[in-house]
């Protein structure tokens, strides 16, 4: 893998992930690492990603995502043509911006999404934004809370249901007919959820911005995770504290990274 301003120390001990990972979990990650290495774009293992392979040797159950990290000036000059790349990917769908590239299994949930976040210099440190809910008491948090409940209403039995999952319309033409309008339906339903509530809830989110000493992303350490060979910061331990704070050790579902997460610009 070549790393650009970013270099893996081959000295340092390689993190060995135990797994085991199921091919829905590493089949994006697999692809995406590809593409990166392919256009020379160095990246590493970073938030919630890191923490689970480097804590528990695996990703973190409840995780939505895998988090990868590049620096921005390494991608800069093959930008639209990494976002060509992503985009053929084969059961993958990419939302960018200026901030990060956002690769989503196609169909939805098939595959764990792959979260490319982009830092950038400021003086001595490394900073990336990150969006985050708003205030739940602000009138753009009541509405952010409406749009998700809607998304949910779209995906769960009702777009079942008009995608003919669990229907037995029978094999009469009346049947066949029933069946093809109810498809059309939940197909309209999601393309609402995927079109227009997904880009509204982002756009009713507020930017959160992090900020840590670049030399984390400076100097690598290999990590071994199934047939891929990642890279993670070197001083992984000091860098989870930063973070996590010092229990980073214990597992906790209800942590909230623009509350708790030591990186977090405050003020």
């Given at each position: 893998m070549s790393h650009g301003r970013a270099r893996i120390d081959k000295s340092l001990a390689a993190i060995q992930a135990?797994?085991?990972f199921s091919e829905p979990e590493i089949y994006l990650l697999r692809e995406v690492v590809r593409v990166l290495d392919?256009?020379?774009?160095a990246c590493w293992l970073d938030q919630g990603a890191l923490l689970g392979i480097f804590r528990d040797g695996r990703f973190i159950p409840w995780d939505a995502d895998i988090d990868l990290s590049v620096w921005d000036e390494d991608v800069r000059d093959v930008e639209s043509l990494l976002r060509k790349r992503l985009s053929s990917l084969e059961k993958a769908r990419v939302?960018?911006?200026f901030y990060m590239f956002r690769v989503n299994s196609a169909p939805h949930h098939q595959y764990l999404p792959i979260s490319i976040h982009r830092h950038f210099h400021r003086g001595r440190k490394a900073v990336k934004l990150m969006k985050r809910a708003p205030d739940a008491r602000s009138f753009r948090g009541i509405v952010y809370r409406a749009v998700l409940s809607l998304g949910r209403l779209l995906v769960m039995k009702p777009a079942d249901m008009a995608l003919g999952h669990g229907t037995r319309t029978g094999t009469?033409?009346?049947?066949?007919?029933?069946?093809?309008?109810?498809?059309?339906v939940g197909r309209i339903l999601l393309w609402i959820r995927a079109s227009i509530g997904v880009r509204l809830g982002e756009y009713l989110q507020v930017t959160c911005e992090m900020s840590?000493?670049?030399r984390y992303f400076k100097r690598l350490r290999p990590v071994i995770l199934a047939d891929l060979r990642l890279a993670a910061p070197a001083e992984t331990e000091a860098y989870l504290e930063l973070k996590y704070g010092p229990d980073w050790r214990t597992p906790r579902e209800d942590w909230t990274y623009w509350e708790e997460d030591g990186a977090v610009t405050r003020g």
């Open positions: 135990a797994g085991p392919e256009l020379g774009v939302d960018s911006n009469s033409h009346p049947g066949r007919f029933v069946s093809r309008m109810m498809g059309i840590v000493d670049a």
